[in-house]
Each structure stands twice: as structure tokens, then as C-alpha cells.
């Protein structure tokens, strides 16, 4: 037993030594896939940290109550709540309008909420900068003043009145900026809008007329952990809005939401991404190293030594690209996972938990098993004769293939051979150019979305939820493209390899050494022209809702072209330097 | 009339200490029709000349000329032309495509020359049927005995009508009854042929036997129909 260790062993250093690039290209195709699911996991739980933090800093309501309809008797049968059972502490009722603010020539819709300097018992928003209400002044909430590029010290016009920004604040009273609860006097619907306070005594400037709204800030002994509220905890006959502290934060939650399905996508394609490459390098590997099984057969290995000597090898570059992914992931979680500026607090940087380490290693090691398994089980099964010949899998015939290419011109001829040769490398190159093109159309798709708010007021306001989308887009690019990029090169210099006897053939037959580059290209374009028409299909369908306006179709259709090119120039390179080869040498070391 | 000829060909691999002259200065011309054998032992730069004659190796000094016609200095997209056209090859390991059938492979040649697929295909069947292979069209090489697949290579090397057909150690596989089968087919080619081989047994179809010993002719006999039988009895 310890024999068989050791010689398992030194067959693992030996292999990890002598083959270092495919080790790489193997250890940064399984590190994608973990370090993606590693951010996936972090951005999953971004929203509650920050938001708990702010609600423990600012005293945030369990509840907030507001009376559907704008008049004195709501508002008195609102104020009543808070001799309700259970209530342990409340401020308000706070009046509320629902005003524009204008600055830098921009006109928004503003929530005006009217404050008493001194700090109220429930919701004192924190301040961020400058100071808290005043008499004259306006406190704008961070995220939006940041949205609006207002500073302390600018002035502002809330409806029509000219007001010097005192202060920002944050709280949790409020659904982030854009979702501060914003509609027209006398509806019900919302629009977009940011949050503003002023001294309760200048709100009745502000509203210049309107009739007031008002909110009750309330805390429970037990507070509500759901989103709803029961109604009929409270004892009011005027119709009210309940919103609890657990619907604010799923609400919040959604600005991200954009960010973490696409990360939920992104980690799926770059999954299958990653077994396309793993499943093309094991397999090329595993072509290479027929000789040493048949060796070790040879000299009494069982087929368990021999799947054992294969596989262990991968399962520890898996091992390893789990920890490369986890330490990448929670790298970058930070740039990712930053509250927003609604938010106080940070979600730190904590090492990853238990159950991401297990996740991501699970999945490391699946992508590495099942793309070994089938081929380390051939080699360990294979006759030692056959193994010890060293002779390639025969290719299979494709008659129909065959026959179809006899009509075509050289190159087509050539290229269509050559993929009929081994139809599951031909496969795999669909596979690769699919994800990658599905994965490169919805992210051009979801960044060409409507970058701003619809319904704030301004056209040219951004969707605060893009910038965060567009972080994660950026980096599911580069990860995308690194891996397709070595997909396309391994899948290119693998059927270099194996076509290297073919088209020695076929240049001492007459071809040029141009039709046979060119028809090696051909056999690698050939799959990937479905998988690049599937892929924009797919991608298209992946990023566009059924209800969204009509895009322009030019970026994602420039961007499968983009694909289908950028495969044609990796894959022209080795075939003109294939091609170039001498003959006699390729027909010399070519097996009988 | 010469159909090939070689002056002063050389072909040398590695410099100072380690340098190898695998074909040294050798002039040869090759007229129409005659039937070419080169012997002599491993090493000695017969395959190494095969390929400088075809084409598929570059020389290091020298020239060769085909039908009048400098090739040694042609680009490799001329030459392909030139193979395609006028030089059929048959090598010791068959070289045929394990996916395609006889017939498939055998066509090979006539497709890449340009030619329509039903003419390809017309012309494939009848030479599978001159080497006798005509029942054996539509199987794979795997299918086939090693004689029938060199069989089926010589077919193909014939498909464009070429004006020489170069071999390389075409029986070096094969079994005293195939390696029969293939001389036999040689002797009723009508195309002039340069064999290289150990092969004593290429005698009895030779008109000429040269012998190489390190990269140079040693021995340069034409043989005449009684000594070629005799040496065919002999070996």
C-alpha cells in the first residue's frame, strides 16, 4: 500500500513538473469557476449587513405607518397607533410632501420630510456630513445628493423655495434613494424620487399648500420579522400604509438585484465554460499519456492504480483552483460588495464562510471529475497492447460527412473531414463558442439597458443600480474571455495535433499549404458558427425581458461577429504554422 | 527522354562537428518509364533522397528537374500543384485516412485536384479495380489486409495520372504474399517509378538498381530481363 502511495506520489510531482502550462490553464479555468460563485455568494449577502448596521446606528423604525389619504383626521387617527400593544417606541407623526428638487439645472422629485432638531427616539437619521436640520437648511440623503452632485454648502431649491444644504444623512425610515415612496398628491402609485429633511417649522413654506402626508416612526417589544404586517394588530378605521423594517431591506436589497443575477448567470456560464476547457485539456492529456498506462500495465498496475495515477492529479489542481478561486473571490468581493452610499457600515471583508469553501470546492472538484472520469476510466480500461502501441483513438467515420464534402471546395473539403474526425472536439468548440457568445451578448445587452431613471423626473438621472451591474459585467468579461480565449487555443492546438498526419497526407496528395491552414481554421469555425447564432439567441434572451423597448440589435450582433472573428485569428495562427511543418518529418513520425 | 533528373543534390542536417550529409552531392536522371530501385542499408539517405525528388524536403545545394521543369526552387504552393499533378506517392505506412473507405481514399487525390465527385469517384473504382480491389471499395482500412491497403495506396497514388510515382519502402510492412501482390503491381505500372526499399525482391521488377551507402550512390546497375529474373530467384 504505501508502494503504490509512493509511486502515486512521485507520478503526481512528476506530472505536475513536466506539464505546467496545461496545469495553469487548468488551475485558471477551475479558479473562474469557484471565484465566481465564491463573488456570487458574497454579493448574495451584501444587503443585509450594511442595512442592519444603519438600522442600529439611526434607530430605525420596526414600522412605519402612513395615512393613504392627506388630512388632519388621518393623521390624528395615525398618531392614536402608538398606544398600540407591543409598541415600545415611536416618533412622529412627521408631515410629508412631495415637492421637486431642482440643482445643477436638474429637476427631481423630492420626499420632503419636516424634522424637529432635536434627536427623536425612533429614526434619527444619521449624519454624514455637515449638520441635522435647521431653520433655512436642507439635509439631503446621501445616496441622493451623491446622485445629484450636491454638496453641503450648495443650494438648492426644494419646490420653490431657494435652501442651503446644511447636511447629509442616511436612514432607514425610507426605502433607498431612487425608492423613497415619491407619487403626485392624491395618487397612489410611485414615481422615483430622493429623500430631503427640513426643520418641520419651513415644511409648510415648502408645500406651499399641498396637503401634508405624514409618517409614524414605531418599534415592537417583538418586532415583525416578515415583510407583511398584519393589519389588524393595529385599531384604525382610516385607511394606512404599513411598511416594515424587513420590506425596506428586501426593497434596498433590489437595487442589487440586477448585480446578483447577472453574477448567478455569470457563475453558470463560466461553470460550463470552465468544464469545456477541463474536459479539452484532460482529454488531449490523456491521449498523451496512453503510452505510460500501457507501461504501468505492463509492470502489474490494476485499473485502479492506473484511474488512481490520472485522476489524482486533477483532483489536486482542482483542490488547488478552489483556493485560488476562494482568495480571488474574497479579493474582489470588496470592490463588489461595498455598501451603498444609503448605507453606513461595510460588510468588512470576512473570510468565507464554511459553506462557501465547501460550495466552492464541491464544485472545483465536480468540474474536475466529470471531465476526467470517462476518459480516466478508457485509459484505465484500454488493452496494455493498444496502450503500449501507443495508438490514438481510430476516428470515427461520419459517411455522410464524407460524402457531403466531396462537392465542397478544398478547404471546405479539408475542414469538414477534419471535424467528422472527432466530432466530440468539434462539440466542445460549439460548447465554448455558445457560452462565451450567449455570455458577451447579455452582457453588451444588459449594458446597452436604459442607464437612466425613468419616472424621477429628469431623463438624464443614471439608475443608480447600473453602476454595481456594470462592476460585475466588467468582471464577468474579463473572466469570460479568459477562459474562452484558452478554450479556443487548447481546442486550436489539440486538433492541430491530431490533424497533422491528415493534412501531411493531403499536401503530398496536392494540397497547398494554404487549403490545409485553411481548412484546419475551417474545422474549427465550422462548430463554432452554430454555437455563435445559438449564443446570441440565448444571450439575447438571457438580458431582454418580453416587456422591455425594443434595443438596437447592431452591438450583440457586432458582438457574435466579434466572436466568430476573434475564434477565426486563434485558430489561424497554429493552422498557418501547422501548415508550414514539413512534410517528410509529420509522415515520419506518424504511426502506422 | 528524362522525366527527372537531380544535379549535385545535397541535403545536410546539423553544422561543424554534427553535421550530417544525408544525400552528398548526387547527380541521377530518370528517363520515362523506367522502373527505379534504391537500396541500401538504414540510414544510408534513400527516403531523405525520395523526398528531395518529390519535392516534400528542401535541398541544402543542388537542383531537380521534373519534365524540364526546376522544382527544387518552386513554392511550397507551387509544389503542391506539381505533387498533385504529376507525382503519385506510396510510403511504407499506407498513409490512408482511417475514416474513409477504399474508394474515399483512393479519390482523395482526384477531389483535391479539382476534379467533379462523380468523376473522382469513377476513376477511384476503376483503379480499385485494376490493383483488384474492386470488392473492397467500400470498406475501411481497418477492414482491409495490410497488402490491400497498400494496394488501395498505390491506387491512390495513380489517381491523377501522374508522370512518376515515388515509393517508400512500399513492402517494408508487409508480408511475403502482399509484398508479391505490390511488386507485381508495380511491374504492370506503365508510369515511370523510383522504389526505395531493402527489398531485395524489387529486382525482379527493376529496370535499374542503384545502392546507397552514406548519402551517396555506391552501385548503379541497369538490369536487363534475364538478370532481373534471375535475381528475383536468387532473392
Redesign the interface.
Known sequence: MTGRLVLLGRLLVRDLRRRKVENILLLIAIAAASGSLTLGIALNGIATQPFTETKTATAGPDVTVRPLEPTPAARAAVAELVKTPGVTGHSGPYPLAFKTMTVHGKTVHAVVEGRDRAPAPVDQPAITDGTWVRPGGVVVERAFAEAMGVRTGDTVRVGDRALPVIGTAVSTAFMAYPHAGWHEPGRIEGDHGGLVWVDRGDLGAVAAGQPLSYILNLTFAHPPTGITFPHDVFDVDTPINVTTWAFIKQENGRLLADAQYAMMIGTFLLTFLALAGVLGIVAGRVIAQRRRVGLLKAVGAGPGIIALSNLVEYLVIALAGAGAGLAGGWLLAPVLTRPGASMIGSVGVPLPTRGTVIAATVLALAIAGLATLVPVIRAATTSTIHALADAAA?????GWR?WLS??LP?PL?IGV?IN??RPRRARLVTMNTLITTTGLVAVVTAWAHDPTLSSIGDPTIPDPRNARLHEVLILLVVALGTLALINTAVSTWTAVLDAR??L????????????AALGLAVAQLLPALPGAALGLWFGYRMAVDDDAPTQSYFPMIATTVGVVLAVAVLTAVPALLAARR???ET??S??? | MTVLEARGLTKRYGRDSALVRAVDEIDLAVPAGQKLAVMGPSGCGKSTLLHLLGGLQEPSDGEVWLAGRRIDTLSERALARLRRDTIGFVFQSFHLMDELTAVENVELAALLAGRSPRTARRRALHLLDQVGLADRAGHLPAQLSGGQRQRVAVARALTNEPLIVLADEPTGNLDSAATLEVLRLFEELDTTLIVVTHDTRISAIADRMITMRDGAFADDTRLAGAVRAVRAVQS
Do not use: D, E, F
Not at chain 1, 394 to 398: F, I
Not at chain 1, 504 to 515: D, I, K, N
Open positions: 481510430p476516428p470515427r467515420r461520419r464524407v466531396r462537392r478544398t473539403l473531414r467528422a474526425r498526419q491528415p501531411a497526407v493531403a499536401r503530398t496528395l496536392g494540397a497547398t499549404p494554404a487549403q514539413p512534410v517528410a509522415l515520419r506518424a504511426p502506422t
